[in-house]
């Protein structure tokens, strides 16, 4: 599946004393330097303070949201990359958001790892105090971002993160903040308007066979099934309300199956195909 790098502004709150205790855990939500933060991350004097970020302060974000974007009411796996490459710090903490630019919250995160992160509130992801120490090879935090209905769906939405790289003094100071932000274009080609027509798709998960029953005012239309990169992967023209898709000969992975009939969406479902 094709990687695609993103950049994020992540604010973090990580302490490496009993002062600390309050934040190791997770950030302060509202601190991801985004407007729905008013602008605010940790780098403040009553949090951590220190000199400016440097060009060996790295952070990058590998996700498998296409370079085509984001197809409403898909789940993406976000995993956000820190390192500090002259291995000065010894801790580092994050918090992110995803929002529309205007303030305002886009879809729904959840954790990948719940040993790593932490949610205080729904709107913000941040570490955990299990995952706070930096190695030298670096680390990753992993969150789950599911995109809004077509319906709620912005043509864009923005990934603020501030990533926090910790020199462990036992106090705030000396503590670098690094900033960054992604705007992330949704895909062109599912805009389609959307119906709801009473559909179902069963088993899910699948290993070989998914059946379908749905009604009839859908004849005519098709089955479309895409992978999470927004490749179209089977298509076939809807010949009754029930039926039924081989996808045997499918690799393990998440799929998008899709009804569409003339111009317009009448159901959207992810299915899951195990080996």
């Not at 060996?56 to 296409?66: E, G, L």
Request: net charge negative; with cysteine.
């Amino acid at each position: 599946m094709k990687k695609s790098y993103l950049t994020l502004i992540v604010g973090s709150a990580l302490i490496g004393s009993m002062i600390s205790q309050a934040n190791s855990g997770g950030s302060i939500a509202g601190r991801s330097g985004s407007e729905a933060s008013n602008s605010n991350t940790c780098a403040s004097s009553s949090c951590h303070s220190g000199p400016a970020a440097g060009a060996n302060h790295s952070v990058s974000i590998q996700s498998n949201i296409p370079a085509s974007g984001y197809v409403p009411g898909a789940t993406y796996q976000i995993d956000i990359v820190v390192d500090d490459l002259n291995d000065v710090a010894s801790l580092v903490g994050f918090t992110a958001s995803v929002e529309d630019g205007n303030g305002n919250h886009i879809g729904s995160l959840a954790g990948s790892s719940s040993s790593s992160l932490t949610f205080g509130n729904p709107n913000f992801v941040t570490h955990s105090f299990s995952a706070t120490t930096l190695p030298s090879m670096g680390r990753s935090f992993r969150f789950d971002w599911t995109a809004p209905s077509t319906a709620t769906a912005p043509s864009s939405v923005k990934i603020y993160t501030a990533v926090n790289f910790c020199n462990g003094n036992g106090n705030t100071s000396g503590d670098i903040v690094q900033l960054a932000n992604e705007t992330i274009a949704k895909g062109s080609g599912v805009g389609l308007e959307e119906t709801e027509i009473a559909f179902s798709a069963y088993p899910n998960p699948t290993r070989e066979k998914l059946n379908l029953k749905h009604a009839a005012d859908l004849i005519g239309g098709h089955y479309r099934l895409y992978d999470m990169s927004g490749k179209l992967v089977f298509e076939e023209k809807i010949v009754d309300s029930e039926g039924h898709l081989d996808l045997s000969y499918l690799k393990r992975a998440t799929y998008i199956l899709s009804i569409e009939k003339e111009g317009r969406r009448a159901h959207k479902e992810m299915i899951q195909k195990e080996d």
